[in-house]
């Protein structure tokens, strides 16, 4: 008898890829501090997901979870480009912000092709599969 997967669990594991995929970002973007930390926490995810769920079309949530750590940097420099002074106990405390439209970008391209790559992959296997039971 043949197991059907409910489409909730599907996302449950899109949303386990994108984790790993956060990992990934976060090693990439953090590469010079805290990704050299973060690479084989990643790499062990990875390889307990892959042994648990082989590949299907839940992987792309690599992608989108590869975004999440864009994501924040955008966050964090959303009041750049340029220099952000604010005021604390002791004094003024100033930064150099970079421009947060190019890690928006990169961030809402990952999640959202990760998404569309997603559904497209499932609509196609939903086709296979109802074209195979419907044959004689």
């Known amino acids: 008898m043949e197991s059907v997967s409910r489409p909730r669990s599907g996302w449950i594991w899109f949303s386990g890829w994108a984790l790993v995929g956060s990992a990934y970002g976060l090693a990439l973007v953090g590469a010079l501090t805290i990704g050299v930390y973060v690479l084989p926490i ?10 648990a769920r ?3 079309p839940t992987l792309s949530g690599l992608l989108s979870g590869a975004g999440l750590p864009f994501l924040f940097m ?6 750049g480009p340029g220099t952000s002074c604010t005021e604390t106990s002791t004094g003024q405390e100033c930064t150099e912000l970079y421009n947060p439209w190019f890690p928006l970008t ?4 990952l999640m959202a092709g990760g998404v569309a790559i997603y559904l497209v992959l499932q609509r196609r296997r939903a086709a296979v599969g109802s ?3 419907h044959q004689p």
């Open 131 to 133: 074209s195979s039971t």
């Open 42 to 51: 990643a790499v062990a995810l990875t390889a307990l997901l892959a042994m």
């Open 54 to 56: 082989p590949s299907t």
């Open 106 to 109: 990169i961030a809402v391209a």
């Open 74 to 79: 955008a966050y964090l420099n959303r009041s």
